[in-house]
């Protein structure tokens, strides 16, 4: 296996091979685009904050990415493939330096048809929604950075969202239909990859594979009622959330759930919410509030705060309060909080969600998503940590997993170690035949590294 060589690269002499390639040389922008959102987490803090690319390219169609790749490989250059840089764990940070690809301008849709569209990585989810919706269809899920992400960042890094409690996670079969990469080999190839092929690249943090195009399954679009319930108890109102999850008759987009204080960070609807309150953020088809309405009366809720699909038009919607957005707000009012991405095990009555609650109270502040998994209503767990060390953090983390809680680690840049814990097989043998000197996203992939 081959690797990077480590004499010193000419960037001019690289930046002239580029003809016609809009490049990004100025430094503040260099900087600004090296970024993403990993002061999330003070480990990643400490390990990234001076990891900055050599120089930007900005292309705009696969051609030219095929002549960056071929110019990247002759300089033995590492080259890391960035979105909208809205990812959460150093996806898309140059560790090594290099040129960062940013797929921001191929931004076309080639075509949406009832189920199914194709589109280039850099169109943003919100754009890719917004026209599908025109011929009632519309994306199966997005994350809380939908104004903002675009659709290849979010199937490199991301993994679930908004939508997650009808399809499940990107990885689960039938979410993803097909990809086209550009290879770094020394003559650079476009493969197209379908069916389970698409796995080999799939939340793989461009680590072997430069995404040019894909086709995205679509849903039926519903006109969906934003909702907050409020409890006095959080066990009541998580309780409540799996009952709605369970609830097949009922068409919803979002349960998430959250413990007091959390609901108390949140600008724009904290004034509807009560002092104390345990809360759920709901989306529900607005063809089903009456059974809604009756579900929350049974486990005595409050609705405190309801928006007509029409009104969700204005004003900050309510997904841009779940799941990672969680974290962004808590962090604009104490720095000093973090976060944890956890699993729990599916079990209608959240037995070890109750026990993580009462063992750490106010340490380690529930936020709950219920997503669809192995055909369960399943609850995830993006808790908001009071951190005051990594040595506390680590044991939060192994107190979760020694009582079978799985944790997917928002503080480490390794893809294997944040959620997958094992070597994907499948993503290394891909990599070592289409990235034989291991210049994409280097140091990222575990498996590489120990080979």
Request: charged share 20%; hydrophobic share 30%; net charge negative.
């Given at each position: 296996m081959t690797t990077t060589k480590t004499k010193p690269i000419n960037w001019d002499a690289l930046a002239s091979e580029l003809t016609d390639i809009e490049i990004i040389r100025d430094p503040n922008q260099i900087i600004k685009?090296?970024?993403?959102?990993?002061?999330?987490?003070?480990?990643?803090?400490?390990?990234?904050?001076d990891k900055k690319a050599n120089l930007i390219v900005r292309p705009t169609n696969e051609t030219e990415i095929l002549q960056i790749a071929k110019t990247c490989v002759k300089y033995q250059a590492p080259l890391i493939v960035r979105g909208a840089g809205t990812g959460n764990y150093g996806q898309c940070i140059p560790l090594e330096g290099g040129v960062v690809l940013d797929t921001t301008k191929m931004n076309n849709i080639n075509w949406i048809k009832p189920g199914l569209s194709s589109v280039e990585p850099g169109v943003k989810l919100v754009t890719l929604d917004k026209k599908a919706k025109e011929i009632g269809w519309e994306l199966r899920m997005f994350p809380s950075t939908y104004r903002t992400a675009t659709?290849?960042?979010?199937?490199?890094?991301?993994?679930?969202?908004?939508?997650?409690?009808?399809?499940?996670?990107?990885?689960?079969?039938?979410?993803?239909?097909?990809?086209?990469?550009?290879?770094?080999?020394?003559?650079?190839?476009?493969i197209e990859l379908r069916g389970d092929h698409v796995q080999k690249v799939n939340h793989a943090y461009g680590t072997n594979g430069i995404i040019t195009q894909l086709e995205i399954p679509l849903a039926p679009t519903y006109p969906w009622a934003e909702l907050i319930v409020t409890f006095d108890d959080f066990m009541t109102c998580a309780k409540f959330a799996q009952a709605l999850g369970d609830s097949d008759g009922i068409v919803k987009k979002l349960i998430t759930i959250f413990a007091w204080p959390i609901p108390s960070f949140f600008p724009g609807v904290k004034k509807s919410i009560p002092q104390g309150k345990h809360c759920a953020f709901?989306?529900?088809?607005?063809?089903?509030?009456?059974?809604?309405?009756?579900?929350?009366?049974?486990?005595?809720?409050?609705?405190?705060?309801?928006?007509?699909?029409?009104?969700?038009?204005?004003?900050?919607?309510?997904?841009?309060?779940?799941?990672?957005?969680?974290?962004?707000?808590?962090?604009?009012?104490?720095?000093?909080?973090?976060?944890?991405?956890?699993?729990?095990?599916?079990?209608?009555?959240?037995?070890l969600v109750e026990k993580m609650y009462q063992h750490f109270g106010d340490e380690v502040i529930m936020h709950l998503e219920f997503v669809r998994g192995d055909g369960q209503t399943t609850a995830v767990g993006l808790q908001i940590v009071r951190y005051t060390s990594e040595k506390r953090l680590n044991e939060i983390i192994e107190y979760h997993e020694e009582n079978g809680v799985n944790i997917f680690n928002p503080h480490t840049y390794i893809l294997e170690d944040g959620g997958m814990k094992t070597t994907n097989i499948q993503q290394l043998e891909f990599k070592q035949k289409v990235d034989p000197y291991g210049l994409l996203n280097p140091g990222k992939m575990k498996a590489w590294l120990e080979k």
């Open positions: 685009l090296s970024l993403d959102y990993y002061h999330f987490s003070p480990i990643l803090q400490s390990q990234l904050k659709i290849g960042g979010f199937i490199g890094g991301g993994s679930s969202g908004i939508g997650s409690i009808n399809y499940g996670g990107l990885k689960d079969r039938g979410n993803l239909s097909a990809v086209r990469v550009v290879t770094m080999e020394d003559q650079p190839r476009i709901l989306m529900i088809s607005e063809y089903s509030l009456e059974p809604f309405q009756d579900l929350v009366k049974e486990f005595q809720g409050e609705i405190c705060y309801q928006k007509t699909a029409q009104e969700t038009n204005k004003g900050t919607p309510i997904y841009e309060y779940t799941w990672n957005h969680t974290t962004l707000h808590a962090r604009t009012v104490d720095t000093n909080l973090t976060y944890l991405q956890s699993g729990f095990p599916s079990d209608k009555n959240l037995a």
